[in-house]
């Protein structure tokens, strides 16, 4: 038997791809309620983490953040269950693209999650925590009213639409190296809606996507733990492997996406992922959620593998559920 490890430990062995005592396992969502001030995210993800004892922790900061930074507004729901209502998009044209302007990112909306990272990181020492950054394209979506208003911008105003996306990338690099040096182990790259063949062909993704996104994952090099999201179902995932990030993390029960053991054999770095936060976590019973988990870890061979959610869950997931993932990680590890 291996001898225990310290959480750090598991979880920089998990992404070397050397052995484990058992491998590691963390889930994540939102607390609509409590995550509009850096004091109620710092409070919401640790009584998450505490709860569950998970071996790191992804924070999962209120989505709107990005945008609100150049000025959109939405409406908190008042809710711990119902994301806020965007109530003023920035970009309702081609026009309105000029007027992005790189951000300061230790102030403001930004400035707020990384207060709330510090105040994390303090209270957990050195358990890994990592911070959600969105990909330069999912922010622009954010400025506008929908992704549907960004398809039309790449056609009518491309010259535009780079520059802005420039701005964007440039903001988001020096906000992933801030958050690098407040103590994060790395940051957690989403796709979002752009992840997925349904909305950008790996073309289009080629042109309006890459060139930004390994700008921001740049300025994170040199970080243990730095996970590519590619969300979605249909999604791009085998076209990203040679981004610089240490695990690639995706809805790998998706019958439209390549499995754990398609990407371990296409890669040597780790995956992440393996239940399904719809259908299981949130929609089935303990024992599903500790067949699919047991299934992925047997998939695995417990290396170069943490245990998780495919995305974030939702937050009426019961707790019977994340228990029964918690355990299904405590069950895995030499024989």
Known sequence: MASEMTKRQRVLAALRGDPVDRVPVSAWGHDYLREWSPLGLSWATLDAYRRYDWDFIKVNPRATYYAEGWGARYLPSGKANQPPKLTGALITSAADLDRLRVLN???????????????????????????????????????????????????????????????????????????????????????????????????????????????????????????????????????????????FHWAAHSDSNPSLADILSRTDKAVMGGVSHESTILSGTPEAVSAEAAAAIEQTGERRFLLAPGCSVDPQTPEANLRALREAAQRSGPT
Not at 117 to 129: D, H, N, Q, T
Not at 175 to 204: H, K, L, M
Not at 219 to 244: E, T
Request: hydrophobic share 45%; glycine share 4%; net charge negative.
């Open 105 to 247: 990112v230790t102030r403001g909306a930004y400035g707020d999650q990384l207060e709330a990272l510090s105040a994390i990181i303090k209270e957990v020492g050195e358990v890994p925590v990592i911070q959600t950054v969105f990909s330069p394209l999912a922010v622009m979506s954010r400025l506008c009213r929908s992704p549907k208003d960004v398809p039309p911008l790449m056609v009518e105003a491309t010259s535009q639409l780079k520059s802005a996306l420039t701005i964007i990338a440039e903001t988001l690099a020096a906000y992933a190296r801030a958050c690098i040096d407040r103590g994060a182990a790395g940051i957690f790259f989403a796709t979002v809606e752009w992840g997925s063949r349904d909305n950008i062909s790996p073309q289009t993704y080629e042109l309006f996507a890459r060139p930004y996104d390994l700008r921001v994952l740049e300025a994170a090099q040199g970080a243990p733990f730095n996970v590519l999201h590619v969300c979605r179902d249909n999604n791009l995932l085998n076209d990203l492997l040679d981004y610089p990030v240490a695990a």
